[in-house]
């Protein structure tokens, strides 16, 4: 069965700290990839879908940036953290590029920018 | 624009019978699908319309009308760990997928 772990599970950073968040998905190959952010009474926003390995989509210009070096592997970075990037970010894995796939999370990392 | 409208909070008893309701306005249309994600933790799938009916899984149940852009859920013989989050996305064509900001339920005794 497929399975997807992101990490860590939670953090403080300063503000103008850098960031990684890495999610690997397993029992499955060639899946869509996606990185959400939750803010607190808000919908989950996506931020970035990758199709395949060095392929990243972004939705909403930030100082954001993700990367895929490995076929199952998706890293969520930034050089220089704000305040307004706290929040409940979430790895996640479709199979096939249809919007119309269920939507598998990873466990979820929360991070609160100090 | 698109725009997912779901209220923000609901109360129901343990054992009653509580329906989410959910409006949508999206320029494709790919699928709707309902989440369900406790306090502190990633959504989970609870269940897909594509079509027009409802789909009954268990103690819950989904209705879809795609000419209305209306969904409900259902839950029925709610227990106390149905206390969550409610989340409606709809499947908008290609990558795109656009949440509610979610129903939170409360179950009391």
């Known amino acids: 069965s497929q399975t997807i772990h992101q990490w860590p599970a939670t953090l403080v950073q300063p503000v103008g700290s850098p960031l990684s968040l890495e999610c690997t998905v397993e029992g499955t190959s060639n899946p869509n990839l996606y990185w959400y952010r939750q803010a607190a009474g808000r919908g989950l926003q996506l931020l970035f879908y990758s199709v395949g390995i060095g392929q990243i989509s972004s939705e909403v210009p930030q100082n954001l940036s993700a990367s895929r070096p490995q076929d199952r592997q998706f890293i969520l970075s930034s050089k220089k953290l704000l305040l307004s990037d706290s929040g409940f970010y979430l790895c996640?894995?479709?199979?096939?590029?249809?919007?119309?796939?269920?939507?598998?999370f990873g466990e979820g990392s929360w991070l609160t920018v100090v | 624009g698109q725009n997912i409208d779901q209220p923000t909070e609901m109360t129901a008893t343990e054992g009653a019978i509580v329906q989410i309701n959910c409006t949508y306005q999206?320029?494709?249309?790919?699928?709707l699908f309902w989440y369900q994600q406790h306090a502190g933790e990633a959504p989970t799938f609870l269940s897909y319309?594509?079509?027009?009916g409802l789909e009954e899984k268990g103690r819950f149940s989904s209705f879809l009308s795609r000419s209305k852009g209306y969904s409900y859920l259902l839950l029925k013989e709610l227990q106390m760990k149905d206390s969550a989050s409610y989340l409606c996305?709809?499947?908008?064509?290609?990558?795109?997928?656009?949440f509610g900001a979610g129903t939170r339920l409360f179950v009391k005794a």
């Open positions: 996305a709809v499947g908008t064509g290609g990558f795109k997928t656009i």
């Open positions: 999206t320029s494709g249309f790919n699928g």
């Open positions: 996640a894995w479709t199979e096939g590029a249809n919007s119309g796939n269920t939507i598998y």
């Open positions: 319309n594509v079509l027009d």
